[in-house]
């Protein structure tokens, strides 16, 4: 076995190795105060940052898994993020927005983001289109769209200040060290992003239907042959990625946010492409992906740690820092065994 | 990539267009705006009069030149979407090289013309180089080209804008823009009167579009490239070091990037700015390389065709309070509708068109 199956088969141990590696090496080298790097408090804000990259990357291996290669999640982010903004605004009309509203909101975006890759689904699988533009397409659609919806309901390309969801606070494991304030005395979407990445792991590697999922990647003649429709395995995957895409910007937008970002990129900035790369890391594993993000999330937070312990530096240089990680992810890590029927459309023989 | 003979391509391209842009105004009418005066405004806004016009060419000399950039990438199978990054990075190293060296050299005409086929030159090296990157890590460690180019761009962007901030920035501005070029480096406007447009911008892209389709077709890299696209195990049977063609590929694609970006910073700016407050040129040319099936010479079309959207969409955004990220949705649209050319065979054939063409 060469050093690059290897690399490809223990891809986060390696991965996960160069990086704690140069920690270590930064924290020496730089006389850095370790502990006051790793605080608990610096965990909870990765947490947070990387809770929309795991749920739009445990969404796009699923599809990805199947043999349709969602590289419209951005797309679908910025229309998730949107609409969670615009239906909490427009559900509580002239009073106040309720944590039942912002919900409710949350859930407008998962399903209006479905209903969207159900037309992208079509296109992909049953039209044959070229997966790759279409998935661009999407985000040039978002990138349009996004901001012009925002402009038609506020007047301007981001919404006003929006509430966001509240931490709920479980008694009595909330007292647990470093876990309790980690896990159950923050948002509820942290818990709900753990357990979605425990389902999906379960699902996609100890049920029948992650095996069929798995199979219209593979080798789909394999799984015609056996009786399944591969392609309703796809449009239920894809299908799946838009809905999570969808919760992913939504969680942006109203879980963790304060509404809508239209200016620039649009909030979104990125991280469904991060998304894309951390379920390539994780090996297409929802438990690889989920650790994934969560290191790309310490990228994006490690601005505020660092100026906690006096170093400064500014704000356009430490943004980068997520995007520098994707690139030294992609180069040392990148290659990844592409499930064999990746990008190409299925025609049963049947027909 | 998206095959088709060229008859049919010129269709798909139409049909595609139009049907957007019928999406664009059923959406315009549904958020309450008036859709015929959406689209005489967008016209008029194209093309209604001579500064109108100044300024559709002026976008379109950039969508032409940076399409032309995608469409050499795409050509080969290698996904560019790193165009927008190549450009800042080949635009930042023109206003460098003019910067430095303006008070090194003479001024006056002369020494302008010196100072842009200077800094024109250094944006063609740092633009392929840049390109060089992504292509290198995708040739030699199998990285994903449209991830790397995508993080490059925030990389380019970021980078450059805190470049010019800490060190460019005339002391006393609050704005992160660099000094202006002098006087004497610019084109000149002629006929058009426009300070950010001139025909030999113009003439520039569209020698480029030449220069490149003769390369493409006429040299033995031009094939070579092509073929790779075509099928890349045929290219290597046929001798082709297909990590050696992603390389060439994407250094091409940049140098020609690179192009693009000395025509911004010279002759649209004539200084040079935060990046994330640039046209987002790199990625409408996706749209309009791939509605001309990545020919260099359909680019051409194409990129009058985008730099008239363009342009009508940032009137309608001053004239009609219909914003104008309308326009940026529609030619996403456009990008999905070409994406799928099977859509518009099948419907074809359901309504009794064309059906013969299989």
Known sequence: MS?????????????????????????????????DLLTVGAAERSLQAAMPIALAAIGGLYAEKSGVFNIGLEGFMIFGALTAAAAAWLISGESSITQGDLWLAILVAVVFCALLTVAFAVLTIRYKADQIVAGLAVWF??????????????????????????????????????LGR??????????????????????????????????????????????????????????????????????????????????GVTMVDGRGWIAIVAYLFGNYNPIGAFLASLLFGAMDMLQIQLQTVGISLPGSITGLFPYVAVLVVLTLVGYTRVPAAVGEAYETESE | MLRASVLERFALAVVSTLLALLIGSVIVWATGYDA?????????????????????????????????????????????IGVQGQFVVGGFATALTILFLAPLLPGGPVGGVVLMVL????????????????????????????????????????????????????????????????????????????????????????????????????????????????????????????????????????????????????????????PSTFPSFGFDAIAVSLLAANNPLGVIPAGLLFGGLDAGGQYIGFTLDVPSELVDGVIGLIVLFVAAPELFRMSARRFGLGGDDR
């Open chain 1, 3 to 35: 050093v690059a199956d290897y690399a490809a088969e223990h891809r986060l141990a390696v991965g996960g190795g160069l990086a704690a590696l140069a920690a270590v090496a930064a924290i020496t080298l730089l006389d850095l105060p370790g502990a």
């Open chain 2, 119 to 274: 800094g024109t030159i250094t944006a063609i090296v740092a633009g392929g180089a840049y390109g060089a990157l992504p292509g290198l890590m995708k040739a030699y460690a199998d990285a994903n080209e449209v991830i790397t180019t995508i993080m490059l761009n925030f990389i380019a962007s970021g980078v450059v804008y805190f470049l010019i901030d800490a060190y460019l920035r005339p002391s006393g501005t609050s704005a992160p823009n660099t000094e202006s070029f002098p006087d004497y480096v610019d084109l000149p406007g002629f006929a058009f009167g426009s300070g950010s447009f001139s025909v030999i911008g113009l003439g520039v892209a569209l020698a480029t579009a030449l220069g490149v389709y003769v390369v493409m077709a006429r040299t033995s890299f031009g094939y070579d490239l092509v073929t790779s696209g075509y099928q890349e195990s045929a290219a290597a049977y046929s001798g082709v070091d297909p990590k050696r063609t992603v390389v060439t590929t994407m250094t091409f694609s940049g140098m020609v990037a690179g192009v693009a970006g000395a025509m911004f910073a010279i002759m649209v700016l004539g200084y040079y700015s935060d």
């Open chain 1, 182 to 263: 980690l896990l159950f005395d923050t948002s509820p979407l942290v818990l709900l992003t753990l357990v979605l990445t425990v389902l999906a792991w379960v699902v996609l590697y100890r049920t029948r239907y992650g095996y069929w999922i798995q199979a219209a990647g593979e080798n789909p003649e394999a799984l015609d042959t056996a009786g399944v429709d591969v392609n309703r395995v796809r449009y239920a995957t894809v299908i799946f990625s838009g809905a999570m895409a969808g919760l992913a910007g939504a969680t942006l937008s109203v879980g963790i946010g304060s509404g809508f970002t239209g200016t």
């Open chain 2, 36 to 80: 015929v005066e959406f689209v005489t405004s967008l016209l008029y806004g194209a093309v209604g009069n001579l500064s109108n016009v100044a300024f559709t060419l002026r976008q379109s000399t950039m969508l032409i030149l940076t399409g032309v950039a995608v469409a050499v990438a795409f050509r080969a199978g290698v996904f560019n």
């Open chain 1, 141 to 178: 659609i978002g990138l349009g769209f996004g901001p012009f919806g925002a402009t038609v309901l506020w007047g301007g390309v981001s919404s006003p200040t929006l509430p966001n969801v509240n931490d709920v606070v479980i008694p009595g494991l909330a007292e647990l060290p470093v």
